[in-house]
Each structure stands twice: as C-alpha cells, then as structure tokens.
C-alpha cells in the first residue's frame, strides 16, 4: 500500500468576475508516494503544489480525479488521525501561547490534559522554541511561527506528513534543524510529502522528488536519476595556487577553466572526464588548499524556464 495516491487529480478554477472562465490550477496529477518516503513535491510559484497539499487534506476538493493517502479515499476520517498536515502560512490564535495552542490541538485530537501538556513541551523542544513557549504567538518571528506550525502537524503522532515548505522563513540553522527533523520522522517509519522551490532542500533529504510546473507533472523519480539534474562538472575554489600551477594543471587536462578570484584563490572548472579527487589531489600536492568543492548542474530554476519554454501552456481552458 502507498502512502499517498493520486490519481488524474484536477483542479479548475473559475476567474474573472464579469465573465468566469475556468483556470487550470492542476491538471492529471498522478503520482505514487512510498510508505516512509521522504517525497519532494518542487515547483516554481504557481506550480499547483498548494492546491495538491490542500486538496489531499480535503481543505478543497477536485474537479475530477482521486486522492488517496494510506489506501483509503482522502476524506476517511480514521485516515485524518494518522496525518500531518503544515499549511503554507500557518496562521493561529495568536493571544494564544505556543504551549496553549499545542495543548488545544492535543485536546483536538482527544488526548487528555497530561498527555497534551507532555506532548507539547516534548514537540515544542523538538523545533527548538521550548524556551518560548510561555511566550504569545503575536509576539513570533515568521521563523519561529513556521516552527510552531511544524509542531502542530505532529501533535498526533503522524504516520504521513504533509508539509507546505517547511523551510519558509527559516535563517539557514533553521532549515539545518528542520532537515534534521525530517530525517528523524523519518527513521521513525514515517513518510514525509512536502513542497519546495528549492533544490538544496530536495537534495539534502528526499528519496524521490516530482516536479511540477503550469499545474503538470514534469518529471518523477530519483533526483540523481533526472537527466536535468546530474552533474556536468565540478567547481573547485582553491588558495595558495601560484599561476603557473595554474598553467600545468591546464595544460595536463586536470582544469578546462581558471579564474582568479584574489587573495591568491582560484575558481577552478573541471572537465566531467577527470574524477575530482583526482585533480584535488593532483593540486593538493602540489600546494593548493581546498576552499569548495562544488557540482555543476542545472538549477531547479533552469529546468523550470526549459519547461515552460519547451511547452508554452495557456492554463484558461477556452
Ligand atoms: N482560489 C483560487 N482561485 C483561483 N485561482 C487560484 C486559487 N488558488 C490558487 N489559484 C491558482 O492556481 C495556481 C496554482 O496555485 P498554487 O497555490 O497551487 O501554487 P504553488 O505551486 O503552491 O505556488 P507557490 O510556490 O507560490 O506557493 C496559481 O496560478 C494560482 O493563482
Ligand atoms: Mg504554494
């Protein structure tokens, strides 16, 4: 059984006031996400991520198609208790304090009032605001009010997560912790959805991503896998490299490419042909110090230009 099922999942809108016409927010979305998967959903704005999260916690419902997560159809209640869900800009009772709300949505879920509190403080600590949380909500940074909005989603012990950006609004230790969070989830068996637009987050956790764009599925699989996405060469920053190390390494095919950067630093291209440990090594010996060594690769942003591209798309429906 799969965690989560689509199946030619649509959702049309109607815009414009005078004369509606339908708009394509999603269109066929068919896709198969894995029991204890950690699944990237990408896109650029406007893709139809949000409108997929929402539609699979029935927050909307499908022009046509079918959803289902856990074997069951989407809107079974005894399914929603084993579900998480992060709304794209979580909002709450914001006289509420971060502890009261936990313990609210504790009480939601049925569980009584020690089970709640112990659930709260434990959630609480595990984003990393349990200092705060005595503190009210309105007095949150967006950063915080993200983490309390991830906590929420876990009040009840989910087995599948659904996740709007998780990492909106988190400086980069924020995004640190929250990927470490989703590893923990999923060690502990859970499958964890979420959306993204950036690659970095898809790269550092999922086991499958899908991209979406115009409200179409563009690709799925192994990010490794997806042509788009594999390496074309490497970027290698390097200090105390004289030129004429430069010239040799060149010259011996282990750089197509050098620029000086200053302080003595170069930012090396290298061919796809020569593995880079090799010319690090070559250049390690020969006195260069590592600064960064980096893939070179097409960005999710370059793909998502290629697709719209490749296939112009009017998303009004007459
Ligand atoms: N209630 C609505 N009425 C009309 N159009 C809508 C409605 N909600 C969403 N849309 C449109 O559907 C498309 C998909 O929106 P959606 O929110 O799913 O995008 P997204 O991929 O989540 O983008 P972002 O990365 O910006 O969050 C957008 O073009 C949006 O304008
Ligand atoms: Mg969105």
């Known amino acids: 059984m799969d965690a989560i099922r689509t199946e030619g999942l649509t959702k049309h809108y109607r815009v414009g006031f005078w004369r509606p016409r339908p708009y394509v927010a999603l269109e066929g979305l068919t896709l198969e996400v894995r029991q204890g998967e950690v699944f990237g959903f990408l896109g650029p704005n406007g893709a139809g991520k949000t409108t997929t999260l929402k539609l699979l916690m029935q927050l909307i419902y499908p022009t046509s198609g079918h959803a289902e997560i856990l074997g069951r159809p989407v809107g079974d209640a005894a399914v929603r208790r084993r579900v998480g869900y992060l709304p794209e800009n979580p909002s709450f009772y914001d006289y509420l304090t971060a502890e009261e709300l936990l313990e609210y949505v504790g009480a939601l879920f049925g569980y009584g009032p020690s089970a709640r509190r112990a659930r709260a403080a434990r959630l609480l600590d595990e984003v990393g605001i349990g200092a705060e949380r005595r503190l009210h909500l ?32 988190l400086d980069p230790l924020g995004r640190r912790e929250i990927r470490e969070l989703v590893l923990r989830l999923r060690d502990r068996g859970c499958t964890v959805f979420f959306s993204s637009h950036v690659l970095a987050d898809a790269e550092a956790l999922c086991s499958r991503v899908a991209i979406v764009a115009g409200g179409r599925l563009a690709a799925v699989g192994q990010l490794a896998d997806l042509v788009a996405f594999q390496v074309r060469g490497w970027e290698l920053v390097v200090a105390g490299l004289g030129p004429e190390a430069v010239e040799r390494a060149k010259g011996a095919g282990l750089v197509m490419r050098a620029t000086a950067v200053g302080d003595g630093r170069y930012a090396l291209e290298l061919p796809l042909s020569v593995a880079p440990e090799r010319a690090l090594a070559e250049l390690t010996t020969g006195g260069a110090r590592l600064v960064s060594l980096n893939p070179l690769r097409e960005t999710l942003e370059d793909f998502f230009v290629r697709q719209v591209g490749a296939a112009p798309r009017d998303r009004g429906l007459d």
């Open 138 to 169: 309105r007095k949150f940074s967006k950063g915080m009010l993200q983490r309390v909005g991830i906590a929420q989603a876990l009040v009840n012990d989910p087995e599948v997560i659904v996740f709007d950006e998780p990492m909106s609004g």
